[in-house]
């Protein structure tokens, strides 16, 4: 007969045969549960990670979309500050020039006779000028228009009509209809005139030629008694 020896862990185990089955069961199940757990906690880890990651996208997409905004409304109310700059240099520069060309018809003195003859011979070179002239209105009619009449002008007042000498075009106003500071005035008058020069005018005699002249803007007029 052989002979078997067996260990005292051995024996015990035989003799309960079930329980050491049972327990190498519940290793098995022990290690599958540890592994299971381990892999939900990476998921989970790799679920917060992602969860962290798209957070952070999400926030520097917003941060930069408010750095956007802001960078917009500071261009934009810097070009409305600039517009309104733009605006007000503009009104004050307007309202300079009128004040100046106001002054200037204010100021205007009566020219000497070499004045207005040298004015005559080369009326572009004083465009611009404000001058008094002193005159006898020789064509307002529908030909001229309601707003241009032609004038003979001088220095100065003359004792008879047929003494003004340089023949010269006036208009006023718009030009055209609105001249309410011509609405007394009409032909055979002898009036002082204040006036802008505009340099010269060319028009078709009514015997067929042509001729240049100076031509005036009407700033005042008055009539001599």
């Known amino acids: 007969m052989k002979k078997i020896f067996l260990g005292a862990a051995s024996v015990l185990c035989i003799l309960g045969l079930a329980g050491c089955a049972s327990d190498g069961g519940a290793a098995g199940n022990s290690a599958a549960v540890a592994e299971s757990s381990a892999a939900a906690e990476s998921a989970a880890a790799a679920s917060s990670a992602a969860a962290s990651s798209a957070a952070a996208e999400s926030s520097a997409s ?4 408010k750095a956007a905004a802001e960078e917009a ?7 409305a500050a600039e517009q309104e700059a733009a605006q ?5 520069k307007a309202k300079k020039e009128k004040a100046d060309a106001k002054a200037k018809i204010d100021n205007a003195k009566p020219m000497t006779s070499r004045d207005l003859a040298r004015l005559v011979k080369k009326p572009d070179s004083a465009k611009g000028d404000v001058v008094v002239v002193y005159g006898n ?4 009619d529908a030909a001229t228009g309601d707003c241009t009449f032609r004038a003979n002008v001088a220095h ?3 004792s008879s ?10 208009v006023g106003g718009d030009g055209e209809e609105e001249c309410p500071k011509l609405d007394d005035v009409v032909a055979d008058d002898n009036v002082k005139i204040v006036a ?16 240049t ?12 008694k």
């Open 62 to 65: 917003e941060a930069s979309a």
């Open 73 to 79: 409304k500071a261009e934009a109310e810097k070009a």
């Open 88 to 92: 007000k240099e503009a009104t004050a």
């Open 137 to 140: 209105i020789t064509q307002f």
């Open 156 to 158: 100065t007042r003359m």
């Open 161 to 170: 009509s047929w003494k003004y000498e340089h023949n010269s075009m006036f």
């Open 196 to 211: 802008t020069s505009l340099g010269s005018f060319s028009y078709d005699t009514q015997v067929g030629g042509n001729t």
């Open 213 to 224: 002249v100076p031509l005036f803007k009407v700033e005042k007029i008055s009539l001599l």
